[in-house]
Structure formats: structure tokens, C-alpha cells
């Protein structure tokens, strides 16, 4: 059903004007004021339909080479679908496409960051060990968990 709805839109978007981009506005925030703000992306999320994220994620021209990259968005869904236990599925495609996505050289900060998150102390060192470049991105934010982790469980 969502994807009649999705082809749908990319008729309607390209037969009314091409120069307007108002298929790619079906993935934006809604700026009416009654709305919630959300993207499609974030309602699908909320609602944990691993197939509606998966096709909006397929869709989105944000996600195709050459789009507006929402890295910052999706690591906030990232991080939502982890703390909400929403489908492993999900975790799964949300992390893929920002992987995707980013810079060459920055391709383990999000395991890095899951790790930092999970307090996983081993793959926190292992991924810093190998990866110097990550050291510079969040070696503070690893020394301030850690040492807030040992004052909270200190006796």
C-alpha cells in the first residue's frame, strides 16, 4: 500500500511541474502548525513497520547519490529504535544507510558510538586502537562515560 501511495506521489510531483521537487518534500518535515513536524521516516519508526522504513529509506531522495544527506537525523532514529527496542530490522537499515552515507574515514563511529553507549569498555578500545581518526571525534565524550560510569559504581 505504501509504495502504490510512494509511485503515486512520483507521478503526480513529475507530471505537475519537474522543476519542483515536491515528491522529495513528501520525506520533509510538515510545516502546517497542527501537524506534528515528523517525516514519513520518523512516523514509521515510531510505529516500528520495518517495511515502511525500509521503502521510505529505498525512496527518499535524500538517501540516492547526490541528495541532502540527514545523517544527524538518522542517528537520532538510531538511537531511538535502540532505546525503544523497536525491531533489530530497523536498527539494521537506519544504521546501513547512514553508514552509507558518510565519510570513508568515519565509517566506525557508529560502532563506536554504540559501543560508548552499551559501556562495552573492550570494542570501545579495540575500535580506538584501530581506527586513530575516531580518537579526535570522541575520545572526551569516552573518558567523561567512562569516568562518570566509575564514580557512579565506585563502593
Known sequence: ????????????????????????????????????????????????????????????????????????????LIYKAIDKKYSDDIVTLLSQTYQVRINPDHKDALKLILAIKNLDEDSVSTLLENSRHLDDIVADQVRIKFALDDIVSYP
Do not use: C, H, Y
Open 1 to 76: 500500500m505504501i509504495r502504490m501511495i510512494i509511485q503515486a506521489a512520483k507521478r503526480w510531483s513529475s507530471a505537475e511541474d519537474p522543476t519542483l521537487d515536491k515528491f522529495g518534500a513528501l520525506f520533509s518535515r510538515t510545516d502546517k502548525p497542527d501537524e506534528s513536524g515528523r517525516t514519513v521516516l520518523q512516523l514509521a519508526v515510531d510505529k516500528n513497520n520495518v517495511d515502511a522504513v525500509r521503502l521510505i529509506l529505498e525512496e527518499d531522495p535524500s538517501n540516492q547519490d547526490g541528495g541532502i544527506v540527514k545523517r544527524n537525523g538518522l542517528m537520532r
